[in-house]
């Protein structure tokens, strides 16, 4: 049926170009006609790879933005709070799901070691990106995920401060 529609839509250019502006190129009577029979199935082909692209749909063309692979001491150590009293749960998941888990958890990791690398630090901000991570993981209650979230957002806030700390006795 789609094959239908796009017989029948018409090229704009060779629309815009009437057959009397189109310049002729001299080609023996007998050639001719061969020439005609050929060209018709050229012209839907082109007109099909032509309109091919605007039929895959826009999602299908996301771009996954690779996660840093750099390992410092703060993002080591934050990693390790995250995963703090999670391997019950982690070892119930499915393989797919775990590598969700984990690409998800690297990917809030990051984002959290750069909340953390700003001059005022956003603990909501911390607190949401934990909370959204740990919803991957299935039947977990609501209020043990958030109350979960507020432990780990804690221990990742005295990070900073020790580490706040230590930079201020390298300066002086």
């Given at each position: ?8 839509l018409k090229d704009p250019v060779d629309s815009a170009i009437s ?154």
């Amino acid at each position: 049926m789609t094959d239908k529609k796009l017989d029948n839509l018409k090229d704009p250019v060779d629309s815009a170009i009437s057959e009397s502006e189109r310049p002729k190129q001299e080609v023996p009577a007998n050639q001719e006609k061969e020439t005609q029979n050929h060209e018709q199935p050229i012209a839907k082909k082109s007109t099909l790879e032509k309109y091919a692209n605007k039929l895959v749909p826009s999602k299908a063309k996301k771009v996954i933005k690779p996660i840093p692979q750099i390992q410092d001491e703060v993002l080591v150590k934050i990693e390790k709070i995250l995963e703090s009293g999670l391997a019950d749960e982690y070892t119930k998941l499915s393989p797919i799901t775990k590598q969700e888990f984990k690409i998800k958890g690297e990917e809030t990791t990051a984002k959290i070691r750069e909340l953390l690398q700003a001059t005022h630090i956003k603990v909501k901000k911390i607190f949401y990106l934990i909370v959204e991570w740990l919803r991957i993981l299935p039947g977990i209650n609501k209020f043990f995920l958030e109350q979960e979230a507020k432990i780990k957002t804690d221990q990742i806030i005295e990070l900073y401060k020790k580490q706040k700390e230590k930079d201020l006795n390298k300066i002086l």
